[in-house]
């Protein structure tokens, strides 16, 4: 069949598990050919047709709630549900999400970016659905890598306790982003390797295998729930959270996994289901990546595969910083880094590879990973911690309360600051400023070049005084050969342009220095552009110095808690009566899109810039 012609999975009752399988194969090849057009999760969605379409033959949704644990793994559960015709355009503005999205259709339950949260979301929606008396199944897919994580365990202690029935899908694949750590990995492990594995799923097999009815299934079930219990699960950290398990069950054997489901179904309390997949299955390259490099993809070619890029002269920021960091490892043998899975996104691979004793991957658990951060400060040691800017919303009381209250001398990378793309509202990186800015002791950096941000590592280990925070974009920036080894006096801004003959100042900080400054030369303004490098502390200086011209602060963030907001804060305090002019977020969330059109969008792109210039110079010429 074709598979854009898909409306809704009512058609998938009337086939066959032979031909639901076949169906499988051809949205397995379907996705391969859009998601390489157009780029998008793709591993994650490979690994979970075959059970996505299992879900939702034996389970009957929108009335069943299904949830998929992040959302990423989506995409088969929107071709299902008749979004095929718009994977021309996945992620792209005015088109699909690559999440889960409420707003986009009744089977769209949940909506996340963030890994972990689907769990306690179920349970209270299994919590509300018995509350209103009414009569549907809540099915919660949640990865092996997420499961690990502070706020699933959180919600599985609460749901062993709770009368409120949830389904929970364990989808096994062995990896997060790239490969899984912790001492659950090592469980789970155990699970799909020992004999009690073997021996569990042969039973499992043998019981199920019988029942043709729903009371004979139901019998099979009870006796083989008693021999996974005996055999398998007397240490199991599920019987722990006093939760009934089923599996290990093959991912991609159609057969098991109705039959699986169709028991889960039939159960009156929770119960978890142990699926094995395989991340990337139907494309060799993906099935064999254990570094996350087809977790998230651009458009690539089928036939060849992601070829490594080729920048001799531009770098990432990622790599910028993990490359200096690395450089300073060699002679400082007190810096450690650590990363809450995010080596390779990160750029810390060869970091970790060359030294392996003092860089700690702990796995999806931002919180953690703050707080160890502290403790190692306290031991004597610098931390360095890589954490996305969207992810870092996660710690902010660990960062607040363990690292910023002992005032620790630390470095956090906010990696994939400002907008990040086609993601979406989930994961953009505007909130981190507004956060940060409210607690003591933390300093904030933003450099605008690879020597900027060299002298400010330098600067953070020198002084080792405070909790330092330097935030950087997913852009690319020109690569130099030489390195820094020069510090920056704490809270003092840059004029890249100055003329004290100039009536307006454009206040920027980070990529948008570049821009400001290309602008203003280009087109021959009487401008003065400021660096604001330190967005905490400001430079009160160079705020007095500028405060009677009309001055345009150009920020990728939100508005309030921006830079802008502190700047006006400062010149009402001091009774200055300063004209400003603010660029930025307003007070709503950010769609997907690629960033280009998102800027023009917010009102923020290159040339809004130079048209409020403008207008504000002949505003000013006027007065």
Same mark, same amino acid.
């Given at each position: ?9 009512? $058609? ?6 032979s ?12 996705l ?9 999760? $793709? ?16 389970f ?14 989506s ?63 809540v ?86 729930k008693?021999i ?87 770098q ?35 970091? $970790? ?31 360095f911690?890589s ?88 852009n ?7 390195h ?26 980070g ?13 021959h ?40 907001s502190e ?53 000013e010429?006027?007065?």
């Amino acid at each position: 069949m074709n598979i854009e012609d898909i409306k809704d999975p009512s $058609f998938l009752k009337q086939l066959n598990n032979s031909e639901l399988q076949e169906l499988s194969d051809d949205i397995r090849q379907f996705l391969m050919k859009s998601v390489s057009k157009t780029g998008g999760h $793709f591993s994650s969605n490979l690994g979970i047709v075959e059970l996505t379409v299992a879900m939702h033959y034996v389970f009957d949704a929108p009335k069943d709630k299904i949830i998929f644990d992040v959302g990423h793994q989506s995409y088969v559960h929107k071709i299902l549900t008749g979004r095929a015709k718009d994977f021309k355009r996945l992620r792209q503005f005015g088109s699909i999400s690559g999440f889960q999205k409420r707003a986009e259709s009744e089977y769209d339950t949940w909506e996340a970016g963030h890994s972990s949260t689907a769990l306690s979301g179920a349970i209270g929606i299994a919590t509300a659905r018995d509350l209103n008396h009414e009569d549907f199944n809540v099915i919660c897919v949640v990865g092996d890598a997420a499961i690990m994580s502070g706020e699933s365990f959180e919600a599985l202690n609460y749901l062993g306790s709770s009368k409120h029935k949830v389904i929970v899908i364990l989808n096994d694949n062995n990896m997060s982003i790239s490969k899984n750590v912790g001492g659950l990995s090592t469980i789970l492990s155990d699970f799909r390797t020992s004999r009690q594995y073997k021996d569990a799923k042969d039973n499992y097999r043998s019981f199920t295998s019988r029942s043709k009815t729903g009371q004979r299934l139901y019998d099979a079930t009870r006796r083989m729930k008693e021999i996974v219990k005996d055999r398998m699960l007397a240490d199991s950290p599920f019987k722990q959270f006093n939760m009934d398990y089923l599996g290990p069950v093959d991912g991609h054997n159609m057969d098991e996994l109705i039959r699986a489901l169709e028991t889960a179904k039939e159960l009156d309390h929770s119960v978890i289901l142990h699926v094995l997949t395989v991340k990337g299955k139907g494309y060799p390259l993906a099935e064999q990546d254990k570094l996350g490099v087809y977790h998230g993809v651009p458009p690539f070619d089928l036939s060849k595969g992601i070829m490594p890029p080729v920048h001799k002269k531009h770098q990432t920021w990622s790599q910028c910083i993990s490359t200096y960091i690395e450089l300073l490892m060699k002679d400082h043998q007190d810096i450690c880094v650590i990363t809450p899975a995010m080596m390779s996104g990160s750029a810390l691979t060869d970091i $970790f590879r060359h030294y392996p004793d003092r860089s700690f991957d702990v796995g999806i658990a931002e919180e953690h990973a703050m707080t160890f951060a502290a403790g190692l400060s306290v031991g004597g040691k610098f931390p360095f911690l890589s954490v996305y800017s969207s992810f870092s919303q996660r710690a902010y009381d660990q960062l607040n309360h363990d690292i910023a209250r002992m005032d620790l001398p630390c470095l956090i990378g906010i990696d994939r600051c400002d907008l990040v793309g086609n993601d979406g509202s989930t994961h953009h990186g505007v909130f981190d400023i507004s956060y940060m800015l409210a607690i003591p002791h933390v300093i904030i950096m933003a450099p605008h070049n690879q020597y900027e941000a060299e002298r400010m590592i330098n600067t953070a280990y020198q002084n080792h005084d405070h909790p330092y925070v330097i935030r950087y974009s997913k852009n690319k920036i020109h690569k130099h050969v030489k390195h820094a080894s020069e510090t920056l006096e704490v809270g003092t801004w840059d004029a890249i342009i100055y003329d004290s003959k100039n009536t307006v100042s454009v206040v920027v900080y980070g990529d948008r220095v570049k821009v400001a400054k290309n602008i203003v030369e280009t087109h021959h303004l009487p401008v003065n552009v400021i660096n604001a490098r330190f967005i905490k502390p400001m430079d009160e200086k160079m705020l007095d110095l500028i405060r009677n011209t009309h001055i345009i602060t150009y920020e990728h963030v939100m508005l309030a808690g921006s830079l802008a907001s502190e700047m006006a804060l400062y010149y009402e305090r001091k009774e200055m009566n300063t004209k400003m002019t603010m660029m930025a977020i307003g007070d709503h969330y950010v769609t997907h899109g690629d960033v280009p059109t998102l800027l023009k969008v917010e009102g923020l792109a290159p040339e809004d810039l130079l048209e409020t210039i403008k207008e504000v110079l002949n505003e000013e010429r006027k007065s």
